[in-house]
């Protein structure tokens, strides 16, 4: 008898701890995002511009996709996106300016539900109140990059620091002393680096002040072969990108020199201008403390010395140079502080053994142009704002060091986090988990082609509306609302787009297959011209 009961017990602690294992198995998420990272600035990707050695830990030790690319090159859609798992035209997040309706489900939710712990720290850009998440701090809108002011659940905060430093502490406090050891986490790790207006940390702004930068090739791209968009857009280095606001002249030396630039005026398509909203040099500056500012004097004075004496003798060519060098000093010098500050929790992770069953992803709401076609900013589906870069690891489930070229979206996010947890995704999402890519099984993966469309025209930068159908081989895409003109561009022959080829008589078949998928794709997803006609604004 004793011996049966002491058997019993043995079995029913085995059953628990069977159980609890089970549970365990459901992997933790970690889910780093940062706003406006070109994937041209991660060495993982390519190493002519900045060393990341702590992202490309990630891809060292888990997959890097070659092909990842976003459905709507901007940032609030893109996040829209990602939380709903459907294209902005079902989100309805067309655009920064349009409001996200929040009681649609968004992948967190479900999450929450399923038991685990959700958790989300930096910017989000819509909202102060984000569904399924039990602990969040996030900055309002844009946020700040210096002493930024963060929106919790309860109370508002200022934390004195830089931003990218601060997001991190924010989530290494959260693991070491709110996580619930009993639950799975999905923790939303999200960066305001690097967006405009590129503030580094005082440290980094010195460092990087002294590296020269290798320019892209298409740097004095003039646009022709192209159409009417490229032409018209409003983010040229030389002629858009601001001396004071973005290159951090100061303005007592700025207004003493005449004529360095007019006053930036954003065209509204209809012929009348408006004044960009953004905040100025001074505003940002005033963010920082006595001591933060004797820091930033520093290579604040060497910038406006350099300014005053070589512009008033230099050419249009050494405007750009000089604004090209300043930009890609304050950008990488942003990234390089995420680099150091993913490092630090990576390590965590490691040092915990957390990492084991953690899937890390690292990404960008999109991606950016550095120089590219001279330009700055994003929105375009050209492929240097087109593609996102996507890292993820998964161990004992991602092979180390492997590379995909599949052509995935951030539409496919949910999608892939709920089968990885083993949760059901709601029918109605759009994308396709990733996991068989990830798992190494290529032949589950049959999707050869992807939808973009963006939006937000007319209003800064003046990138036109657009929808098109993306390939391994080709990009075919219809600019439309105020123009009616069509772009076909060969990937393979023409990597860097200098040559819209749709009415040279060799690509006809292309265009005519393409476009007949392109019509398919619009109706999988439910985009149409009428539809697209409820999402123009005055
Ligand atoms: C600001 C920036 C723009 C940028 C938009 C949208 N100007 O207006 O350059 O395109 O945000 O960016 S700034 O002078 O204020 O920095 S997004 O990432 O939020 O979509
Ligand atoms: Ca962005």
Excluded at 398 to 416: C, H, R, W, Y
Excluded at 443 to 461: I, K, L
Excluded at 480 to 493: G, M, S, T, V
Excluded at 494 to 506: R, W
Aim: net charge negative; glycine share 4%.
């Amino acid at each position: 008898m004793i011996r049966k009961l002491f058997s019993v017990h043995i079995l029913t602690l085995l059953f628990i701890s069977s159980c609890n294992k089970g549970d365990n198995i459901k992997p933790n998420i970690l889910f780093i995002m940062s706003d406006d990272h070109a994937y041209q600035a991660i060495s993982a990707y390519d190493d002519k511009l900045i060393n990341t050695p702590n992202i490309d830990r990630i891809a060292d030790e888990g997959m890097l996709f070659s092909n990842a690319s976003v459905t709507n090159s901007i940032c609030a859609p893109s996040r829209a996106v990602i939380l709903t798992g459907k294209h902005s035209h079902i989100n309805g997040k067309i655009d920064n300016i349009s409001i996200f309706d929040d009681s649609q489900m968004t992948f967190p939710q479900l999450f929450q539900k399923a038991g685990y712990q959700t958790s989300m720290f930096g910017k989000l850009h819509f909202g102060n109140n984000p569904k399924g998440i039990d602990d969040f701090l996030i900055l309002p809108g844009q946020g700040d990059y210096i002493n930024p002011r963060f929106l919790g659940r309860d109370k508002d905060t200022i934390i004195t620091g830089y931003v990218t430093d601060v997001i991190t502490d924010l989530t290494l406090d959260w693991f070491m002393n709110k996580r619930d050891e009993n639950k799975p986490f999905l923790t939303f790790y999200l960066h305001k680096a690097p967006h405009r207006a590129w503030w580094p940390s005082p440290e980094k702004f010195a460092e990087f002040y002294d590296k020269r930068f290798q320019e892209p090739e298409t740097l004095y791209d003039d646009y022709t072969n192209r159409g009417t968009a490229a032409k018209t857009a409003e983010m040229n280095l030389l002629t858009h990108m601001q001396y004071m606001q973005d290159s951090k002249v100061r303005p007592s030396v700025f207004e003493k020199m005449k004529n360095v630039e007019p006053k930036i005026l954003y065209a509204r398509g209809d012929g009348t201008f408006f004044e960009p909203s953004s905040k100025s040099f001074t505003e940002r500056y005033n963010r920082a403390n006595e001591e933060q500012k004797k820091k930033y004097d520093l290579t604040l004075d060497k910038i406006s010395n350099d300014f005053e004496s070589n512009w008033p003798s230099m050419s249009n060519k050494e405007k750009m140079q000089w604004k090209y060098q300043r930009y890609m000093q304050d950008y990488l010098a942003t990234i390089s502080s995420v680099d150091d500050n993913v490092g630090r929790v990576l390590d965590y992770l490691e040092e915990t053994g957390l990492d084991k069953n953690t899937i890390v992803v690292y990404t960008s709401d999109q991606g950016f142009y550095l120089g590219e076609h001279g330009w700055f900013d994003k929105r375009f589906i050209y492929d240097q704002s087109f593609k996102t870069p996507l890292l993820i690891k998964w161990p004992n489930e991602i092979k180390p060091g492997t590379t995909s070229d599949e052509m995935v979206q951030n539409l496919d996010f949910a999608q892939t986090f709920l089968e990885a947890a083993m949760i059901n995704a709601p029918s109605d999402m759009q994308g396709e988990s990733l996991i068989p890519l990830l798992k190494g099984n290529n032949s589950n993966w049959t999707r050869d082609a992807v939808y973009y469309h963006y939006y937000e025209y007319p209003s800064v930068h003046m990138a036109k509306r657009h929808y098109g159908i993306v390939n391994k081989e080709f990009k075919l895409v219809h600019f439309y609302f105020d123009i009616d003109e069509w772009e076909l561009y060969d990937r393979l022959n023409d990597p860097n787009e200098m040559k819209n080829v749709y009415n040279d008589p060799q690509y006809k078949e292309i265009v005519e297959s393409l476009t007949n998928e392109l019509y398919e794709l619009r109706k999988k997803y439910k985009d149409s011209d009428e539809l697209s006609k409820t999402f123009i604004y005055e």
